[in-house]
């Protein structure tokens, strides 16, 4: 018997490399996604201050993108267009791919609550970037949602005319107004705390760039 041909198929073999976490696709539309959204936010800053809706809350010139309101609306109907045919991109892939199944469901509420007290206490792990967990999962699939709305009722403000019955469904422009501006809110804060994440868990940028 040949004991040194034993040795080798009986010896360990190294490590399979680390496997792909963020797939190209996921990566380019992740950023494209990123940019239109910080894009037509900063630059709806500046709109907004052309006719604010609090007329006690405005918008330092200085955060806002576009310089005047003709510059803004270029900026804001510019990012409009790469947000929506990007994000139905994103969207398709994600389906098709089942990816979307895989990421972010199952959830329910117990394992959102569970996380979250995690999170807060510090015991929640992040040893494996290829599972997010159910807070991860929330935010994101929340986050899909607001930008829907963003874009719903921005095309009820810009074609109000034309779209009476999306209008109505707003509660009407004014309104219209109101849900735009809630849920730009809710897209600034989810950026902030992503940006408080990425700082707490670097390899999330890492992985988001490289793919590992």
């Known amino acids: 018997m040949n004991t040194s041909r034993m040795h080798v198929d009986t ?7 680390a496997g792909l976490i963020h797939p190209v696709w996921v990566r380019v539309t992740h950023w494209l996604n990123a940019l239109a959204a910080i894009t037509m936010m900063l630059s709806g800053w500046r709109i907004y201050d052309a006719s604010p809706i609090f007329r006690n809350f405005m918008f330092p010139p200085s955060i806002t993108l576009g310089g ?28 098709v791919s089942g990816r979307f199944f895989r990421k972010f469901l199952p959830l329910s509420p117990r394992a959102i609550l569970k996380d979250f ?9 992040h040893a494996d970037l ?23 009722s921005g095309l009820a403000i810009w074609k109000s005319v034309q779209f009476p019955l999306l209008r109505e469904l707003m509660g009407g422009y004014d309104n219209a107004r109101v849900v ?22 670097p390899r999330s940028l890492v992985a988001m760039l490289r793919g590992r």
Do not use: E
């Open 11 to 17: 010896a360990p073999r190294p490590a399979a490399p």
């Open 68 to 95: 005047w309101l003709g510059g803004a609306l270029q900026w804001h109907f510019a990012a409009m267009w790469l947000l929506v045919f990007n994000g139905l991109v994103y969207l398709a892939l994600n389906l």
């Open 117 to 125: 007290l995690a999170a807060l206490t510090g015991k929640l792990s």
């Open 130 to 152: 290829r599972q997010y967990n159910a807070v991860q999962k929330f935010a994101y699939l929340f986050i899909v949602c607001d930008l829907i709305v963003l874009v719903l």
């Open 180 to 201: 735009h501006f809630v849920a730009m809110s809710f897209l600034a804060a989810f950026i902030a705390v992503h940006l408080v994440m990425v700082a707490l868990v």
